[in-house]
């Protein structure tokens, strides 16, 4: 039973241009949102998250997007680098205290210049 | 943030033998945890491992195959035993962070079963 899911293992965007990730849930349970970034050979590194008490969290040119009738979230990054290009995941856990993290597949970025 | 290491970064093993995988974090820290990736998968926890105490496990993992031990606040180390093919994966540790919910990981360890 996945209950993060990422359905586009893969994305290309042009250097500049806005990328969109899309992520979907399935427990109304959870309740606090993260999105990682993972390069070849690393570990991954995390990016930016979103509580369920909110529609949005902005950080820079990254944005993430909450709509929890529809369970889905989206990671905006504007503009998009070169740099930008890596493996994102989408993660989420609820309650207090220790943190259990579940997962997406993930979705590959490439920026093309 | 969290300075992780994970040792070995990548090991070929011979079915039926074991690994153990280490992780030293540059800082105190209460809970650790290790999760794997499969090929093409999603990152999965496998357990959480508290100084002092039993590791707990999640569902579809067992002491017998991923025994973990955490010596102290900085270290950890989860063995992968009696390897198969199915083993090939990428296992990584994280730790917890001031943030609670955010965890910070290590460069992961690539095991290879032949």
């Known amino acids: 039973d996945q209950q993060v899911k990422q359905n586009s293992p893969s994305l290309s965007v042009q250097e500049g241009r806005i990328s969109i990730l899309n992520c979907d849930y399935t427990?109304?349970?959870?309740?606090?949102f993260l999105w990682y970034k993972k390069y070849p050979a690393e570990g991954p590194t995390f990016l930016i998250s979103i509580s369920s008490i909110k529609d949005k969290n902005e950080d820079g040119r990254f944005t993430v997007f909450l709509n929890k009738s529809a369970k889905h979230l989206s990671l905006h990054i504007v503009p998009s680098q070169p740099g930008d290009s890596a493996v994102y995941f989408c993660a989420a856990t609820y309650g207090q205290g220790a943190q259990k993290l579940v997962f997406g597949q993930g979705t590959r970025l490439t920026i093309n210049p | 943030s969290a300075v992780i290491s994970q040792k070995p970064s990548r090991d070929i093993c011979q079915r039926g033998t074991s690994l153990t995988i280490q992780c030293q974090v540059d800082?105190?820290?209460?809970?650790m945890f290790w999760y794997r990736q499969q090929p093409g998968q999603s990152l999965t926890l496998i357990a959480t491992a508290n100084q002092g105490s039993e590791a707990t496990y999640e569902s579809g993992f067992v002491i017998d195959k991923f025994p973990i031990s955490r010596p102290n606040l900085t270290f950890s180390t989860l063995t992968v035993s009696n390897l198969s093919p199915e083993d090939s994966s990428i296992y990584l540790c994280?730790?917890?962070?001031?943030?609670?919910?955010?965890?910070?990981f290590g460069p992961g360890t690539r095991l290879t079963v032949t």
């Open positions: 994280s730790v917890e962070t001031r943030t609670l919910y955010e965890q910070y």
């Open positions: 427990n109304s349970m959870f309740d606090y």
């Open positions: 800082s105190q820290v209460t809970m």
